[in-house]
């Protein structure tokens, strides 16, 4: 059983739990399981049989004995009871209906209904209405989401999270992932994927990720996650897959205005029959039929600039990190652990910053030519100032600008908060200037193009971090950003060793936002970027 299959059905696991009204933690602990099995490199089976387990950070004792209980029987007993009781393909529907899971599940015990089709068909009859609390306005809702053309669900998927269940369905069917996820768009609100193989069909409507089927027709599929997910498969012949991939990527507006497509094999002859430059999916938002820029590839990245560590809220150590970096092939890595006026993690004040540095210089010595450089995410405080003092400030080889509280300040005081910071001789980047959480929480109030004025004026960087609920900035913001000529850092913000890989989405957010080589300030050397 390898990691991939490991990690899904901890996530189909997880899913489960959360229909059932498990505690919040309990459902969040096995979905970081997941994440963390699908991103180890060494085989979790091994490690499960060996009873190591638990050497991989954020496995406990309770998951430990799921994982025993997968690897020795290939199956979680309570993941089928929860199946059994639970119904996920009706609560599959809800969510993706609009309808309370729970509701409509109660729906369908009172009229017997467990399937799309079923439901389909019950609401055409007008039998919806039979059931209590069902009138004509949710009767109108479900068929209209039951229609041809599938509703957005109103929350996206973080992209990794896309990514992963995108990896999960279309690695089985031959399939390449198009559509939002294709474009690199921060919430995936569908997933759609394009296959030429003749079996597509009948292995997509069989997949453990897919728990309804909406409709189904000789070329094309469309079935929902248990998360209220639509998946979309085109099943293309061989000479019109590149136009039909070049269709099922692009926003409406984008390939309205290059129709007719030609058929043709790639996208690439696509293109060129229009008489088109090749465009990068990560543009093809907004009909444009200009050359674009040379676009930055995360293989130019030469090192990270924020990440955490155990001296903050970091899960590996300051060598851990540093190894896992350069084995990434990059040339330097920046320690960014907090300052103290974060206040809800552990911050590093003057003292624990030089105690640190011991640890960074024996990193160094073990790892040369690799670099750890001495760095921070240094707070704002209420009153303006940074979280550090300035002689400590000034040994440090990175500093990090951070806004934690204050989030909802007014736009004009926000601002003067972090433009004044922003002045401070040390600091070489602002980090996720926005503050928002997706799906949580809105962008603060900071005026960007103020902020880019000071930052040209000042020569600080701005920052597109790439934890999956910030990617902040955002694409369109990088792209003002980089119109004004500020340099833009690619950074993780990682606090674990898998969390390094995040770079892929800060370079995708990037790339989205116009973003060439020499716009992002850490695809330079190192020398480049100690100089001041």
Same mark, same amino acid.
């Given at each position: 059983?390898d990691?991939a299959?490991?990690?899904?059905t901890?996530?189909?696991?997880?899913?489960?739990?959360? !229909?059932?009204?498990?505690?919040?933690?309990?459902?969040? $602990? %096995?979905?970081?399981? $997941?994440?963390l099995?699908?991103?180890t /490199? $060494?085989p979790?089976?091994?490690?499960v049989?060996s009873?190591r387990?638990?050497e991989?950070?954020?496995?406990? /004792?309770?998951?430990?004995?799921?994982l025993?209980?997968?690897?020795?029987?290939g199956?979680?007993?309570e993941l089928?009871?929860?199946?059994?009781e639970?119904?996920?393909?009706?609560?599959a529907?809800?969510? %993706?209906?609009g309808?309370?899971?729970?509701?409509? @599940?109660?729906?369908g015990?009172?009229?017997?209904i467990?399937?799309?089709?079923?439901?389909r068909?019950a609401?055409e $009859?007008?039998?919806?209405?039979?059931a209590?609390?069902?009138?004509?306005?949710t009767?109108a809702k479900v068929l209209a989401?039951?229609?041809?053309?599938?509703?957005?669900?109103?929350?996206?998927l973080?992209r990794n999270?896309?990514?992963?269940?995108?990896?999960?369905?279309a690695g089985?069917?031959?399939?390449?992932?198009?559509?939002?996820?294709?474009?690199?768009?921060e919430?995936?609100?569908?997933?759609v994927?394009v296959?030429?193989?003749p079996?597509?069909?009948?292995?997509?409507?069989?997949q453990p990720?897919?728990?309804?089927?909406?409709?189904?027709d000789?070329? #094309?599929?469309?079935?929902? &996650?248990?998360?209220?997910i639509?998946?979309?498969?085109?099943v293309?012949?061989?000479?019109?897959?590149?136009?039909?991939? @070049?269709?099922?990527?692009?926003?409406?507006?984008y390939?309205?205005?290059?129709?007719?497509?030609?058929?043709?094999?790639?996208?690439e002859?696509?293109?060129?029959?229009l008489?088109l430059a090749?465009?990068p999916p990560?543009?093809?938002?907004?009909p444009?039929?200009?050359?674009?820029p040379?676009?930055?590839?995360?293989?130019?990245?030469?090192?990270?600039? #924020?990440?955490?560590?155990t001296?903050?809220d970091g899960k590996?150590?300051?060598?851990?990190?540093?190894?896992a970096?350069?084995?990434?092939?990059?040339? %330097?890595?920046?320690?960014?652990?907090?300052?103290?006026?974060v206040r809800v993690v552990p911050?590093?004040?003057?003292?624990?910053l030089?105690?640190?540095?011991?640890?960074?210089?024996?990193a160094n010595?073990?790892?040369?030519?690799?670099?750890?450089?001495?760095?921070?995410?240094?707070?704002?405080?209420?009153?303006? #100032?940074?979280?550090?003092?300035?002689d400590?400030?000034?040994e440090?080889?990175?500093?990090q600008?951070?806004?934690?509280?204050?989030?909802?300040?007014?736009?004009?005081e926000?601002?003067?908060?972090? &433009?004044e910071a922003?002045?401070?001789?040390?600091?070489r980047? !602002?980090s #996720?200037?926005r503050g928002?959480?997706l799906?949580?929480? /809105?962008?603060?109030a !900071?005026d960007?193009e103020?902020?880019?004025?000071?930052? !040209?004026e000042?020569?600080?960087?701005?920052?597109?971090?790439?934890?999956?609920?910030?990617?902040d900035?955002?694409?369109?913001?990088?792209?003002?950003a @980089?119109?004004?000529?500020v340099?833009i850092v690619c950074s993780?913000?990682?606090?674990?060793?898998?969390?390094l890989?995040?770079?892929?989405?800060?370079?995708t957010?990037a790339?989205r936002g116009?973003?060439t080589?020499?716009d992002?300030?850490?695809?330079?050397?190192?020398?480049e970027i100690?100089?001041?």
């Open positions: 059983m990691n299959e490991i990690a899904r901890l996530d189909a696991y997880a899913a489960l739990l959360d !229909l059932a009204g498990a505690a919040h933690w309990s459902v969040r $602990a %096995y979905r970081r399981a $997941a994440d099995i699908r991103a /490199p $060494a979790v089976e091994q490690l049989r009873g387990a638990r991989l950070r954020g496995i406990g /004792p309770g998951i430990e004995r799921r025993r209980e997968l690897v020795e029987t199956r979680i007993a089928e009871e929860l199946e059994r639970v119904e996920p393909e009706l609560v529907l809800g969510r %993706y209906l309808i309370g899971p729970q509701r409509l @599940v109660a729906l015990r009172a009229l017997g467990r399937t799309a089709d079923e439901l068909a609401a $009859a007008g039998r919806l209405r039979d209590p609390g069902v009138g004509p306005a009767e989401a039951l229609s041809r053309e599938p509703q957005p669900a109103r929350r996206g973080t999270r896309a990514l992963a269940l995108a990896d999960a369905i089985s069917l031959d399939a390449v992932p198009a559509g939002e996820l294709r474009r690199g768009c919430l995936v609100h569908g997933l994927l296959s030429t193989a079996d597509a069909l009948e292995r997509f409507v069989s990720e897919v728990v309804a089927v909406l409709e189904r000789e070329s #094309h599929a469309i079935g929902v &996650t248990v998360e209220g639509p998946v979309e498969l085109v293309a012949r061989l000479e019109r897959f590149g136009g039909e991939l @070049v269709r099922v990527t692009g926003s409406e507006a390939t309205d205005a290059l129709e007719p497509l030609p058929d043709a094999e790639t996208e002859q696509v293109y060129e029959r008489g090749w465009l990560e543009l093809r938002e907004a444009f039929r200009n050359e674009p040379p676009l930055v590839e995360e293989s130019e990245i030469r090192g990270d600039l #924020h990440c955490h560590t001296w903050s590996a150590s300051v060598l851990e990190m540093a190894a970096a350069r084995d990434r092939g990059y040339e %330097y890595l920046a320690i960014c652990d907090h300052t103290p006026n911050g590093l004040d003057a003292d624990a030089r105690r640190q540095a011991e640890e960074i210089a024996a010595e073990e790892l040369a030519p690799f670099r750890v450089l001495r760095g921070a995410e240094c707070d704002i405080r209420a009153d303006g #100032h940074l979280d550090l003092p300035d400590v400030l000034a440090l080889e990175w500093v600008l951070s806004l934690h509280a204050g989030q909802r300040l007014p736009g004009a926000l601002t003067a908060r972090v &433009t922003m002045r401070h001789p040390a600091v980047c !602002l #996720h200037p928002r959480i799906n949580h929480r /809105p962008p603060n !900071l960007l103020r902020t880019i004025e000071v930052a !040209l000042s020569g600080v960087a701005l920052e597109t971090n790439g934890l999956p609920d910030r990617l900035l955002r694409d369109e913001e990088v792209r003002l @980089v119109d004004a000529g340099p993780t913000d990682a606090h674990s060793v898998p969390g890989g995040n770079m892929r989405l800060a370079v957010t790339r116009w973003a080589a020499a992002v300030l850490n695809t330079r050397s190192l020398a100690l100089r001041r």
